[in-house]
């Protein structure tokens, strides 16, 4: 910050108007349910979501068209991700998962319905970090491939690739864990028997 | 990846069940499909795990943050009449534990005083800033002091009314830990010169430090606390304060 430049840079600087404001504050479960995908921790992701509103609202000057808004907050969020989050990621395990649906609504405390949720979370949690990135942003968000090359600043060929191996692995993963949840359930089944 | 044969990668496939195909070109793969039942069943594989996920994420909401939204300056008479009978109260209570929480702050006996002048500083100011800090650095810190000193003294130059607030968190704390930080005399100094001029520390950053085994974590006394320092800034650029990283 150059001192003598204030305080009327400070007010020039500021005086973006205030539907813009809103919206990125406003954007905040839009931004949760992709970091929370991303760490897979509730209070991670929460910090993750304010630093994306403080920056967003700090450079909102840079924004050049209103409606790019939505992707330009991804992008500032995935680059605070990469530079101050991934550092602290958290070994995900299923009990923390299950703690966090706890918290998540009761329509979903249905236990085959919960069961199926966190196979596929677990199944995320376990994907290469470019790879979760990737698919959360085009299936939980719906964002298209030219914009999520725009917010992960990778050419389109290389959204087409990685989001091909992504889905690959999630789904096998997803397979995977629901087989060794039967196995799980015929055991102890077994056990109840004798 | 897979283990049919066709002309239509997997890249492809996850382009057309994602919509970004063109006419044409989903034309094509839809006459394949009904060539091709492995490619269907491929198809309908990829469109599950895409919904699995979908729907896996849909319940997820954000922890509820307590947002008070202040009324700023709505009426100045009432403000200072209201801050006058607090310092009456405040006085009159003062060997007792102190009664009165701020509305964002916790606050000791000692610094009630000067939150009830920053208080009436802010009702005035007409540039309201927030200096946030996260670096450990201290030629940052130092640079940080120097930024808020000059401002309030140009400002003050100028006869316009201003308020600021240093907030830190994270690694910024070191500014305000009593035995850690060097600057501890320069902001006792500051503090008392300026009353429009608060600094704060995020709580949570405090019990961060304290769960990490660091001990009880002692604050400079003339540091105010906030519940998240990163919460505490959202709301004050949400009532227009200006905003400025160090």
Known sequence: MESEEEPVEIIRLFSKSGTVRKRIVDSRERLFRVAYSWCHDRYQADDLCQETIITALEKVDQLRAEDALDAWMFRIMQNAYRKHFRKMKPQVDVESLEDHMEEEAPAERDIERAEEILQVRAGLAQLKESQRMIISLVDIEGVSYKEAADILEIPIGTVMSRLARARDALSRHIQQDAGQHQQKRKRSHLKVMK | MSDYEHEISEEILNAFIDGELESEERIEILSELSKQPQMTQRVCELIRTKELLRSAYRTVTPPPRIIRHRSLSNNRRWGALAASLIV?????????????????????????????????????????????????????????????????????????????????NGDGMDLYRSGVTSFSERIQEMSGDNSNLRFVACQRTIDQLESDGLGKVRLLPEVVRAGSGISQIVQRQQQGWSYIQI
């Open chain 2, 88 to 168: 009456g109260v405040l006085l009159f209570h003062f060997s007792e534990q102190l009664p009165l929480q701020g509305p964002q702050y916790s606050v000791t006996q000692q610094q009630a005083i000067s939150q009830v002048a920053f208080q009436q500083a802010e009702e005035a100011a007409a540039l309201r800033i927030v200096f946030h800090l996260t670096s450990s650095n201290p030629l940052r810190m130092g640079k940080l002091l120097d930024d808020v000193d000059s401002l309030l003294e140009q400002t003050q130059q100028l006869s316009q009314a201003t308020v600021v607030e240093v907030i830190a």
